[in-house]
């Protein structure tokens, strides 16, 4: 028996994507221990799973759903915590999602998990793609449903397909449909041109959004997504910005006596935080979007820069050399209880508050080597996770399960190595470029598409 | 525009380079004179532009300090100049941090020539950070030289 609930979802940017959870009633009600991935502890071997081609009734169908399998392959292939067992293995031929797979078939292989679907274009170019994901040893459905969405919109079909089976897995929130904003760099060191950049995760709709006449750096996303903050240097001047992602208009932050830089977005999207250099001195501020009413947070007489909320927004964390080097420090959103939390020998800086609360990202610098590391918000178990010539710049993804960052490579010869954008789990294994068209750095990760 | 633009400042730099003999080769974003791989704020190539700054420091030394007085000494004697000085940093920081730090340097450097007499309406400061090396290249010799605060005549005013 089959039940249709459907949930309607009312995209604002995007097109509309009807979504209806696909439930067997009867089972349901099995018991059996259910197929979980834990991504928390150290590495994981990547589980085996099969992916069936998704089905489609004629050759139009037949080459969508192709395309969509690929996708969702990709997807959880780059996660690193699934291995897609090789079709050619595959022992049943499934001909329908909305039947029982025949489990033997799959333990046969080793596949713990399953997941197959459908895709139906109509008439007017939209397209119903449904899937299941079946625990093969416990013999049940874990998930299933079926999304409703114009043709065109196929990609973040197939990327929200890959969330739901992760987090069904993992237990954890997912990371694929989403985009990440970040510098494009080319030319000499010398003479670095830099242009803001956006693309899917994946890097698909890759598009660049200035064109490189103005120097441009540290973009962040808007936990709305819509918007971008960032500095440019704008007529020689440093300053921070809004640039629209959809109609490309930019828009300067305030109305500041010096330059401003270090943007983030507070949470809830109502208010950038920064810093101001005059005079020799950086301080915090933060910008009310809706009723200009300015901040200052810090007061020390020295560097004060990359503020950072916490995702509650009642504490922020910030880079400060008030103790006499660059170090790390958390005080209340009203600048209060300042209270320095790193201690390891070296330089640390470019805090970044997961958005679980659990831990901070930064950069450190030691004995000649940059690292990438994270600490618990009041300043314990220190970890390194990365390390280069240059890495720097952490950017957590929405499950706050990975981190992006900027790495420049050795130089070989004396000629500068190549700058680019990597990715590692928190856990410090599973470390994989992210591939750009050009070189590429400062990178932010956008939270999930709605 | 920007095509204009670009042509002007090819025609100009083609004009002053063929007017160029002893002295320097000037270039227009900055107003500073080109020669024997050093920036001059004088034609004459007298008065070097640059000074330069210890590791994650911000002091003015002994010999910048020096070539500081010889700016100042210009200064005086082109009282309408207006002048921008940039702040910038190695790239062995990170980008923000350096950013501040950068603006440091270049504040010092205004400090200094304040004290010194020159106007504080005539001065003001812009920071690169490490997004301007003079010298690329990820080694010692080239940091050093990247550590540095450039005196230049403020060209928008």
Same mark, same amino acid.
């Given at each position: 028996?089959?039940?249709?609930?459907?949930?309607?979802?009312?995209?604002?940017?995007?097109?509309?994507?009807?979504?209806?959870?696909?439930?067997?009633?009867?089972?349901?009600?099995?018991?059996?221990?259910?197929?979980?991935?834990?991504?928390?502890?150290?590495?994981? @071997?990547?589980?085996?799973?099969?992916?069936?081609?998704?089905?489609?009734?004629?050759?139009?169908?037949?080459?969508?759903?192709?395309?969509?399998?690929?996708?969702?392959?990709?997807?959880?292939?780059?996660?690193?915590?699934?291995?897609?067992?090789?079709?050619?293995?595959?022992?049943?031929?499934?001909?329908?999602?909305?039947?029982?797979?025949?489990?033997?078939?799959?333990?046969?292989?080793?596949?713990?998990?399953?997941?197959?679907?459908?895709?139906?274009?109509?008439?007017?170019?939209?397209?119903?793609?449904?899937?299941?994901?079946?625990?093969?040893?416990?013999?049940?459905?874990?998930?299933?449903?079926?999304?409703?969405?114009?043709?065109?919109?196929?990609?973040?079909?197939?990327?929200?397909?890959?969330?739901?089976?992760?987090?069904?897995?993992?237990?954890?929130?997912?990371?694929?449909?989403?985009?990440?904003? =970040?510098?494009?760099?080319?030319?000499?060191?010398?003479?670095?041109?830099?242009?803001?950049?956006?693309?899917?995760?994946?890097?698909?709709?890759?598009?660049?959004?200035?064109?490189?006449?103005?120097?441009?750096?540290?973009?962040?996303?808007?936990?709305?997504?819509?918007?971008?903050?960032?500095?440019?240097?704008?007529? /020689?001047?440093?300053?921070? =910005?809004?640039?629209?992602?959809?109609?490309?208009?930019?828009?300067?932050?305030?109305?500041?006596?010096?330059?401003?830089?270090?943007?983030?977005?507070?949470?809830?999207?109502?208010?950038?935080?920064?810093?101001?250099?005059?005079?020799?001195?950086?301080?915090?501020?933060?910008?009310?979007?809706?009723?200009?009413?300015? &901040?200052?947070?810090?007061?020390?007489?020295?560097?004060?820069?990359?503020?950072?909320?916490?995702?509650?927004?009642?504490?922020?964390?910030?880079?400060?050399?008030?103790?006499?080097?660059?170090?790390?420090?958390?005080?209340?959103?009203?600048?209060?209880?300042?209270?320095?939390?790193?201690?390891?020998?070296?330089?640390?800086?470019?805090?970044?508050?997961?958005?679980?609360?659990?831990?901070?990202?930064?950069?450190?610098?030691?004995?000649?080597?940059?690292?990438?590391?994270?600490?618990?918000?009041?300043?314990?178990?220190?970890?390194?996770?990365?390390?280069?010539?240059?890495?720097?710049?952490?950017?957590?993804?929405?499950?706050?399960?990975?981190?992006? =960052?900027?790495?420049?490579?050795?130089?070989?010869?004396?000629?500068?190595?190549?700058?680019?954008?990597?990715?590692?789990?928190?856990?410090?294994?599973?470390?994989?470029?992210?591939?750009?068209?050009?070189?590429?750095?400062?990178?932010?990760?956008?939270?999930?598409?709605? | 525009?920007?095509?204009?633009?670009?042509?002007?400042?090819?025609?100009?730099?083609?004009?002053?380079?063929?007017?160029?003999?002893?002295?320097?080769?000037?270039?227009?974003?900055?107003?500073?004179?080109?020669?024997?791989?050093?920036?001059?704020?004088?034609?004459?190539?007298?008065?070097?532009?640059?000074?330069?700054?210890?590791?994650?420091?911000?002091?003015?030394?002994?010999?910048?300090?020096?070539?500081?007085?010889?700016?100042?000494?210009?200064? @005086?004697?082109?009282?309408?100049?207006?002048?921008?000085?940039?702040?910038?940093?190695?790239? /062995?920081?990170?980008?923000?941090?350096?950013?501040?730090?950068?603006? /440091?340097?270049?504040?010092?450097?205004?400090?200094?020539?304040?004290?010194?007499?020159?106007?504080?309406?005539?001065?003001?400061?812009?920071?690169?950070? &490490? @997004?301007?090396?003079?010298?690329?290249?990820?080694?010692?010799?080239?940091?050093?030289?990247?550590?540095?605060?450039?005196?230049?005549?403020?060209?928008?005013?």
């Amino acid at each position: 028996m089959v039940i249709n609930i459907f949930f309607f979802i009312k995209l604002k940017h995007t097109k509309k994507i009807i979504l209806s959870f696909l439930i067997f009633f009867s089972y349901i009600l099995n018991v059996n221990a259910e197929l979980k991935i834990d991504i928390t502890s150290g590495y994981t @071997e990547p589980t085996p799973i099969g992916i069936h081609d998704f089905i489609g009734t004629n050759d139009e169908e037949e080459a969508l759903a192709k395309q969509i399998t690929k996708l969702v392959i990709a997807d959880l292939n780059n996660s690193g915590l699934f291995k897609i067992i090789d079709p050619k293995a595959y022992i049943q031929r499934i001909s329908s999602p909305s039947i029982m797979p025949k489990f033997s078939d799959w333990k046969v292989i080793n596949a713990q998990a399953l997941i197959v679907g459908s895709a139906t274009l109509d008439a007017n170019g939209h397209v119903r793609i449904e899937f299941r994901l079946w625990d093969v040893f416990a013999e049940q459905q874990m998930a299933g449903w079926a999304f409703s969405t114009v043709r065109s919109n196929w990609r973040q079909i197939s990327h929200r397909i890959a969330d739901k089976v992760y987090e069904r897995l993992t237990g954890e929130i997912g990371y694929f449909d989403t985009r990440i904003v =970040y510098i494009a760099e080319s030319g000499p060191y010398k003479k670095r041109i830099k242009r803001l950049a956006i693309m899917d995760q994946d890097g698909a709709n890759h598009r660049f959004l200035t064109d490189g006449s103005n120097l441009v750096l540290t973009p962040r996303f808007s936990p709305s997504q819509q918007e971008v903050t960032y500095l440019s240097y704008i007529g /020689r001047i440093p300053r921070v =910005y809004l640039l629209d992602i959809e109609t490309g208009k930019q828009e300067i932050v305030g109305d500041f006596p010096g330059m401003t830089f270090a943007p983030r977005f507070s949470p809830f999207g109502d208010e950038v935080i920064m810093s101001l250099a005059t005079e020799g001195n950086s301080d915090i501020y933060t910008y009310n979007l809706k009723t200009n009413i300015r &901040k200052q947070l810090t007061t020390y007489r020295g560097i004060d820069t990359s503020p950072s909320f916490s995702p509650n927004a009642k504490r922020i964390v910030f880079n400060s050399d008030r103790g006499g080097s660059p170090q790390l420090y958390v005080m209340t959103n009203k600048g209060k209880k300042i209270k320095r939390i790193s201690f390891g020998k070296g330089h640390y800086s470019t805090p970044v508050w997961s958005p679980r609360g659990d831990y901070i990202a930064f950069t450190k610098f030691f004995n000649k080597t940059f690292y990438i590391g994270i600490m618990t918000p009041d300043g314990k178990g220190e970890r390194l996770i990365a390390k280069g010539f240059l890495v720097e710049g952490p950017t957590w993804t929405p499950n706050g399960r990975m981190i992006a =960052y900027t790495k420049k490579d050795y130089p070989k010869q004396k000629k500068d190595g190549k700058t680019r954008v990597f990715l590692i789990d928190v856990t410090g294994y599973h470390e994989r470029e992210i591939i750009t068209p050009l070189e590429a750095s400062d990178p932010a990760w956008s939270p999930l598409l709605d | 525009m920007h095509i204009i633009r670009t042509i002007s400042v090819l025609l100009l730099s083609v004009f002053l380079y063929s007017c160029a003999s002893k002295s320097g080769m000037e270039d227009v974003s900055t107003g500073l004179y080109e020669k024997g791989g050093m920036s001059y704020l004088d034609k004459a190539a007298t008065v070097p532009a640059k000074i330069y700054f210890d590791y994650d420091q911000y002091l003015i030394t002994d010999m910048a300090s020096n070539t500081l007085d010889l700016q100042v000494a210009w200064m @005086e004697k082109n009282p309408s100049r207006y002048i921008l000085v940039e702040g910038h940093c190695d790239e /062995r920081g990170t980008r923000e941090y350096n950013l501040a730090l950068g603006e /440091r340097r270049a504040n010092a450097v205004i400090e200094y020539l304040s004290s010194m007499g020159i106007a504080d309406g005539r001065l003001n400061v812009v920071s690169y950070g &490490k @997004e301007r090396p003079d010298s690329d290249g990820s080694y010692e010799d080239a940091w050093q030289k990247n550590r540095r605060a450039v005196t230049t005549i403020d060209v928008d005013r």
